[in-house]
């Protein structure tokens, strides 16, 4: 367990310094938004194959990650296409001045991969620990996963598309999956891995794995998710009036 630990972290430094050298070429640290996702499949990719078994949970826990990170990380490819860097990043490198090489390096992409090993955590739980056959708790966690995962790429899809149109610019999407939570992405991220939490659940020591959903229900709810969007639009009259008929994450009727 340990020494996937290591194997992995060892992946994901050298994954994360390859984005790094990009960025500055680039001159565009949001492309650490794609490396998220696939930092994820690098993971999954090192702990499967260190495993010293292939069990169905393995299999489908694997799969299940791949095919999310892919997911995430093509739509913010297709996203960035004629965009520059994105406004919080931006923020970052005007404040750091001529520390922003030493600063991104560190306070991005290396905080970043330490954050995907964290939440990575069950993936590797699952590939190098004693497992239980799949049961109960493996059925209920592909219903949570598929929830959190219809939520995140629907959300992300409806949103792409209005911001295509363009007589919607400048204005806030209120249809869809927006009707019922002002942030179904981010819901159906945080949901999802919950359901991956419910897979690892079986395995030697599952419950440390709670460390992974947690983690990102914080980083969403009170630091890098929820709260940079809101603070951009906190003077929007639109997104105020918005804000008072629609939850602000878990989805309901809007109020009236």
Known sequence: MIASILYAAIAV??????????????????????????????????????????????LLITALIAIWAIRLAGHIAIRK?????????????????????????????????????????PVILVNNTYQKPL?????????????GFFFESVGDYQLFKF????????????????????HPNYFGEVTLWWGIFLFALSSSYGFTAIISPALIT??????????LLEKKYQDNPEFIEYAKKTSSFFPRRPRS
């Open 218 to 227: 914080f980083l969403l709810l009170k630091v890098s998710g929820v709260p």
């Open 163 to 182: 911001k295509k149109e363009r007589a919607n610019k400048g204005k806030i999407i209120t249809t869809g999956l927006w009707k019922y939570t002002r």
């Open 13 to 58: 430094f050298f994954f994360m310094t390859a984005w790094f050298i990009a960025a500055i070429v680039k001159k565009d640290n949001s492309i650490v938004d794609i490396a998220w996702g696939l930092g994820f499949v690098v993971i999954a990719c090192v702990a499967f194959v260190n495993s010293q078994a292939c069990t169905g949970r393995q």
């Open 81 to 121: 296409i004629g965009h520059g860097e994105d406004f919080r990043y931006v923020k970052m490198r005007q404040a750091w001045g001529n520390r922003v090489i030493s600063k991104s390096f560190i306070n991005i992409f290396m905080l970043q991969g330490i954050l995907l090993l964290i939440i990575a955590y």
């Open 135 to 147: 049961n109960t708790l493996d059925y209920l966690g592909i219903l949570v996963w598929l929830t």
